[in-house]
């Protein structure tokens, strides 16, 4: 019996110097001191010795159990110092890393170039205006001299917006032409740039893309005046001073005559050659691109705006802004503006 103890104290101080932990330093209690445990079975055996025997045996057990309670109570301090000690080897951080950049992002490609624009018109007296995307039909088409039958309107081009009877996603800017007449008197110098919206999606078309539309309305405005304006701002948009323009007949409801503008090429500079002799693509060879619609405002879009056509004469233009930055970023494809791409977008 003398033994057995002694043999379950020397097991259990080395139980308790291997347990790594709280949890595993309970375990070991648990076992040896638990109700079941081992502790209590000698206890139990107690009973069967001869009187001398208990005491002897008895106390021995007891002052046992003394000590390895207090070699417990000592471990789960030295457990505790190690954790903590631990503690600062592994969480500790050196406070003089920089910290980690988080990306950055920018603007769009599309609206740099708006911004580009913008301040090329702003140098000109050129003040923005701005209108809504769900535009009405008497903005969108009858106030800009658009017949009632006239296939613009047709469900095939246009987008009708369901639940709100003659509205469409406006199918061109230049319906903040009209409402900017409205409120305002000559002289008008505006341009306006946003989102236009035409059933038409495409390798080179897509359902949504961007115009920028400009007008002006004064007293003796002319051609010259408008041809001018365009020339200078495309000279100031591709930073290319040799770019020239001309103009080619054609019509469009609101303006009256109507035109067509063609620039110089930009890449080719107008000899549809590239400087390695290689033929320009952009503009196939011709040296020349279509550009823009423009015309002199039609005199019934002024009286419609509440101006006296004998008065005052304007011109209006209208282009593409997607297509401007794709020539002037040499962008292949339309729908890379609109796809989000990192890979695309961070390029510029
Ligand atoms: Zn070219």
Same mark, same amino acid.
């Given at each position: 019996?003398?033994?057995?103890? /002694?043999?379950?104290?020397?097991?259990?101080?080395?139980?308790?110097?291997?347990?790594?932990?709280?949890?595993?330093?309970?375990?070991?209690?648990?076992?040896?001191?638990?109700?079941?445990?081992?502790?209590?079975?000698?206890?139990?055996?107690?009973?069967?010795?001869?009187?001398?025997?208990?005491?002897?045996?008895?106390?021995?057990?007891?002052?046992?159990?003394?000590?390895?309670?207090?070699? #417990?109570?000592?471990?789960?301090?030295?457990?505790?110092?190690?954790?903590?000690?631990?503690?600062?080897?592994?969480?500790?951080?050196?406070?003089?890393?920089?910290?980690?950049?988080?990306?950055?992002?920018?603007?769009?490609?599309?609206?740099?170039?708006?911004?580009?624009?913008?301040?090329?018109?702003? +140098?000109?007296?050129?003040?923005?205006?701005?209108?809504?995307?769900?535009?009405?039909?008497?903005?969108?088409?009858?106030?800009?001299?658009?017949?009632?039958?006239?296939?613009?309107?047709?469900?095939?081009?246009?987008?009708?917006?369901?639940?709100?009877? +003659?509205?469409?996603? +406006?199918?061109?800017?230049?319906? #903040?032409?009209?409402?900017?007449?409205?409120?305002?008197?000559?002289?008008?110098?505006?341009?306006?740039?946003?989102?236009?919206?035409?059933?038409?999606?495409?390798?080179?078309?897509?359902?949504?893309?961007?115009?920028?539309?400009?007008?002006? #309305?004064?007293?003796?405005?002319?051609?010259?005046?408008?041809?001018?304006?365009?020339?200078?701002?495309?000279?100031?948009?591709?930073?290319?001073?040799?770019?020239?323009?001309?103009?080619?007949?054609?019509?469009?409801?609101?303006? /009256?005559?109507?035109?067509?503008?063609?620039?110089?090429?930009?890449?080719?500079?107008?000899? $549809?050659?590239?400087?390695?002799?290689?033929?320009?693509?952009?503009?196939?060879?011709?040296?020349?691109?279509?550009?823009?619609?423009?015309?002199?405002?039609?005199?019934?879009?002024?009286?419609?705006?509440?101006?006296?056509?004998?008065?005052?004469? $304007?011109?209006?233009?209208?282009?593409?802004?997607?297509?401007?930055?794709?020539?002037?970023?040499?962008?292949?494809?339309?729908?890379?503006?609109?796809?989000?791409?990192?890979?695309?977008?961070?390029?510029?």
């Amino acid at each position: 019996m003398h033994t057995h103890i /002694e043999t379950l104290k020397k097991d259990m101080i080395h139980h308790i110097s291997a347990a790594k932990s709280a949890e595993s330093l309970k375990e070991v209690e648990v076992k040896y001191f638990g109700k079941n445990g081992l502790f209590n079975g000698i206890m139990r055996q107690l009973k069967d010795l001869s009187d001398d025997e208990k005491r002897t045996i008895g106390k021995l057990a007891n002052e046992t159990k003394q000590v390895l309670e207090a070699r #417990v109570s000592e471990r789960y301090l030295e457990l505790e110092d190690a954790l903590m000690a631990n503690l600062a080897e592994s969480e500790w951080m050196d406070v003089t890393v920089p910290g980690a950049q988080p990306i950055q992002g920018h603007r769009h490609v599309l609206t740099q170039f708006m911004d580009e624009v913008e301040a090329v018109f702003a +140098r000109m007296g050129f003040s923005v205006a701005d209108g809504p995307e769900v535009e009405e039909e008497h903005y969108n088409f009858d106030q800009l001299n658009i017949p009632a039958n006239h296939p613009a309107r047709d469900m095939q081009d246009t987008f009708w917006v369901a639940n709100l009877p +003659r509205h469409v996603l +406006r199918t061109q800017t230049s319906s #903040v032409q009209i409402r900017h007449m409205e409120t305002h008197q000559p002289p008008v110098r505006i341009i306006t740039m946003g989102k236009t919206f035409r059933k038409d999606s495409d390798a080179t078309h897509s359902p949504m893309f961007h115009q920028l539309e400009g007008l002006m #309305v004064d007293t003796d405005i002319s051609m010259a005046h408008l041809k001018a304006v365009i020339t200078e701002v495309l000279q100031q948009i591709f930073e290319d001073d040799s770019i020239k323009t001309r103009f080619r007949i054609s019509y469009f409801p609101f303006v /009256e005559p109507g035109m067509e503008a063609d620039c110089t090429c930009p890449i080719c500079h107008g000899s $549809g050659k590239l400087n390695n002799g290689v033929p320009c693509r952009l503009c196939k060879q011709t040296g020349w691109l279509e550009i823009l619609g423009a015309g002199m405002v039609h005199p019934q879009v002024l009286k419609n705006a509440g101006y006296d056509p004998e008065q005052v004469t $304007g011109f209006a233009f209208g282009m593409g802004l997607d297509r401007m930055a794709m020539i002037k970023h040499r962008i292949n494809h339309l729908r890379l503006l609109f796809e989000n791409d990192l890979r695309f977008i961070e390029q510029f």
